[in-house]
């Protein structure tokens, strides 16, 4: 079932406003959206809408949610959403009062990210440069490798990356994040090095394209998606295929487990944590932190198996 379009009408005003005013990421909108119109569909099927449901209609679209299994973190999630919902309609005067005020919600889980450690972050770049057909794949295989780790970048980050942001063999690089943020990150020389072979195979593959009528990508790694560039699932599909190639478990190694490896290590090697904020291109510094606390149980495991007089539990 779909919300009226009354329903939709302050969905779509919300997540406009939103936008202009804090520069909200993509796909965040698109995560709004659908948890504002899962609210609207339940209230529909009640014969309520945004305007008259009241504090106790929140609570039991709650409790709904918790009866169909959804996480913490999806539960707190759409309170979220409804609380900044109703918050704009209190402020835009659609509504009189705010019937999500300081309601409880779930909590997320606060588990730690999972992460590789040096030497599966290795055998993962070392498979990079083996999986391809073509002498060009294993090279845009082995850049992408470790642009990704170098650089600590979210996979959308990755893929969309411009050509011209790593023209002329740059120490730093300018990567546009979430709400069109931008963030300069350093890039190691393997990842230079990678860069420059990825590069002059591309540019080769241009030059004859140019001969055959065809305009150059502008994006680093060129790809069929809508967009023009590899897509965020390609990429995943052949991640997993690489940690086959470098014997490690799959189910272990996404793009984003290589952005926690990235900020685990350096934080082990001894950098700020603030100076991690700004690589990953985190607001809150809070959301750093959590990288501590995953150090803190490395470090714990490494006394427990090393320690001479540490015992078995």
Known sequence: MMPDPEASRWISTFLDARTAEMGAARNTQLAYGRDLSDFAD????????FADAGRDAVEDYLVHCDAQGLS???????????????????EEGWRADNPALRLAGPGKSHSLPKTLDRDEVVRLIDAARTKGRTPADRLRNAALLELLYAAG??????VSLPVVAVRGDPRMILVRGKGDKERMVPLSAPARAA?????????????AGRKAGKTPSRFLFPGDG?????????????????????GLSPARVTPHV???AFATHLLAGGADLR??????????????????????????????????????A
């Open 72 to 90: 913490k973190a999806t539960r707190a999630r759409r309170l979220s959403a409804i609380r900044q919902l109703y918050r704009f309609a209190f």
């Open 195 to 207: 860069l420059s072979d990825w590069l002059s195979s591309r540019d080769a593959a241009d030059e």
């Open 258 to 260: 290589l952005r926690h």
């Open 153 to 158: 970048l979210r996979v959308s980050e990755l």
């Open 275 to 312: 100076v991690i904020q700004t690589l990953l291109g985190h607001a809150d510094l809070a959301t750093t932190e959590i990288y501590t606390h995953v150090l803190d149980d490395h470090l714990s495991k490494l006394v427990l198996t090393h320690h001479p007089l540490a015992r078995k």
């Open 226 to 246: 809508r967009e023009g560039h590899m897509t965020r699932q390609h990429f995943h599909l052949m991640l997993k295929d690489i940690a086959v190639l470098a």
């Open 42 to 49: 339940w209230l529909t099927r009640r014969g309520k809408d």
